[in-house]
């Protein structure tokens, strides 16, 4: 069966049942949404969400659905602990699209004034944004040099019902794209397809060397070819099984205020003049489903970690072959834990600097460790930092790598007069490894290893009696 959204979410609840949720009463978009996903955050808990009535409009809503990785790992076809090896691996292999001359997204298609925003239920998410966003959807383009179709997730403000604002940040494709057509006073021409089988998000949001590529990704992560059909108003392929399509122009010389919005890092960043999106069309399936991503939140995180985890991975590898797995912690998503099978000092600094490379705007902190780390568990990387890291010797410190500005508030100088300006921001590697060749360090104090190995916990463990306890 081809994938996307709705195969997804009955896969989780088929396989993971308690995993999504279904809400029946009637809610409001406007921070309704949030609110309920908040609380239940709160205690921890994470489930996707199928909000079945959505004030105002006739479209269910789902949010949350990819904010766990064992959900993401799900998709991928793998385990949490296999998910960054495997995406690391299928990013060396492409599966180029498909093209296709019919397709679910076509089942409706409205144009021009009947095209309205308001037929979505786009919600608002946290308190002090501008507007309702739409967080989930896969901004596609074309380069206008070699032709190529670019995708990524891009914020987009509902200014009105047919207008929306976009954010285009650092040296992200789309921004680049859209620059590009400005100068050649050409308009540039959009398509937004909300709601797809995770990996296609993931494959929009990967680190990719070179403008486009992001559909043969999608494919590769897929485990089958993308599926385009050819939009109605503008000159580009979009995905035949989204739920949803916007297509859209931006105008070279229009701008339009946008945000505050809360982004990932957790605070309100980023707002200011941006491009405006004409609408031109909507297109939809007869019953789509409409995707959100908590912004700000968990789910914005985990979607932003894995491919970066992914494509670190793959860099990594080509410079430090015996990388074993990379952690950007959804949350802190400034960090990067590497560990590798070290064969000599120098691939510390090659690791962490292949890292910094695949991922300059975001990171903070590299922390390199050896192989016997799991870099899932924070504790395990800790232990290491306390018990093998000299700070006088293995720490870099690297002035001014980043920037200037970027979504982190450290990024920005505040003046009193309550404006920011933009700086320069530094990284820093911290070497948790022990020197190469590992033989200088005394064993770790383990139980023995077999004898672990074949405890069998089950009918082991009983509630204890209290009576032992009673004096
Ligand atoms: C939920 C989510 C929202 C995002 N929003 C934005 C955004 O508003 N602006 C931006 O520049 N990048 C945003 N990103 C990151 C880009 O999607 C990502 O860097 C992507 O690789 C960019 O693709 P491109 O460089 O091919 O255009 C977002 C990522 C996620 C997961
Ligand atoms: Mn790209």
């Known amino acids: 069966m081809a994938k996307d959204l709705r195969s997804f979410i009955k896969q989780i609840a088929t396989v993971m049942p308690d995993q999504i949720r279904m809400i029946t009463d009637v809610v409001d978009a406007k921070f309704g949404i949030t609110c309920i996903a908040e609380k239940l955050g709160q205690e921890g808990k994470f489930p996707a969400l199928f909000f079945k009535r959505v004030k105002g409009s006739s479209l269910p809503l789902v949010i949350n659905l990819t904010a766990s990785y064992e959900r993401l790992a799900l998709a991928l076809d793998t385990s949490v602990n296999e998910m960054v090896r495997s995406y690391g691996q299928r990013q060396g292999n492409p599966v180029p699209p498909q093209i296709v001359t019919e397709g679910p997204v076509k089942e409706v298609v409205l144009k021009d004034e009947e095209a309205k925003l308001s037929l979505l239920p786009i919600p608002y998410h946290n308190e002090l944004d501008a507007g309702p966003y739409i967080t989930g959807g896969i901004l596609i383009c074309k380069d206008p040099e070699t032709g190529s179709h670019n995708a990524g997730i891009y914020r987009h403000?509902?200014?009105?019902?047919?207008?929306?604002?976009?954010?285009?940040?650092?040296?992200?494709?789309?921004?680049?794209?859209?620059?590009?057509?400005s100068e050649m006073k050409s308009p540039t021409e959009v398509a937004i397809a909300i709601g797809h089988y995770p990996t296609f998000m993931l494959g929009a949001v990967s680190r990719l060397l070179g403008m486009g590529g992001e559909f043969g990704e999608a494919g590769a992560l897929l485990g089958e070819p993308v599926e385009l059909i050819k939009a109605e108003t503008v000159d580009l392929l979009v995905p035949a099984r989204a739920e949803i399509v916007i297509e859209g122009t931006i105008s070279p010389d229009?701008?339009?205020?946008?945000?505050?919005?809360?982004?990932?890092?957790?605070?309100?960043?980023?707002?200011?003049?941006?491009?405006?999106?004409?609408?031109?069309?909507?297109?939809?399936?007869?019953?789509?489903?409409?995707?959100?991503?908590?912004?700000?939140?968990?789910?914005?995180?985990?979607?932003?970690?894995?491919?970066?985890?992914?494509?670190?991975?793959?860099?990594?590898?080509?410079?430090v072959p015996g990388v074993v797995n990379v952690n950007v912690p959804a949350h802190a998503r400034t960090h990067c834990y590497i560990s590798i099978k070290k064969l000599r000092d120098a691939e510390v600094k090659r690791a962490a600097f292949a890292a910094l490379q695949t991922e300059p705007d975001n990171l903070r902190v590299i922390v390199v460790v050896d192989d016997d780390i799991n870099v899932f568990n924070e504790p395990e990387v800790t232990w290491a930092i306390g018990t093998r890291f000299r700070p006088e010797k293995d720490l870099l410190v690297i002035p001014d790598w980043s920037g200037p500005g970027g979504l982190i508030p450290s990024g920005w100088e505040s003046h009193p007069d309550g404006k920011r300006t933009p700086v320069m921001v530094s990284v820093m590697v911290i070497d948790a490894t022990q020197p190469a060749p590992p033989l200088h360090y005394p064993p770790r104090a383990r139980p023995p290893k077999k004898q672990v190995s074949e405890v069998q916990i089950d009918g082991l463990l009983h509630p204890f009696d209290p009576s032992l306890v009673e004096s």
């Not at 403000?157 to 057509?181: A, E, M, P, S, W």
């Not at 890092?265 to 941006?274: F, L």
């Open 254 to 319: 229009e701008s339009r205020f946008e945000g505050p919005f809360g982004e990932w890092p957790g605070y309100y960043v980023a707002e200011g003049e941006k491009p405006v999106i004409q609408v031109k069309a909507i297109t939809m399936r007869k019953d789509a489903i409409y995707y959100d991503v908590f912004a700000a939140n968990q789910e914005h995180l985990v979607l932003g970690s894995l491919p970066r985890m992914g494509s670190i991975y793959r860099r990594v590898k080509e410079v």
């Open 157 to 181: 403000q509902v200014h009105n019902d047919h207008q929306l604002g976009v954010y285009f940040q650092g040296t992200h494709d789309g921004g680049y794209i859209y620059r590009r057509n």
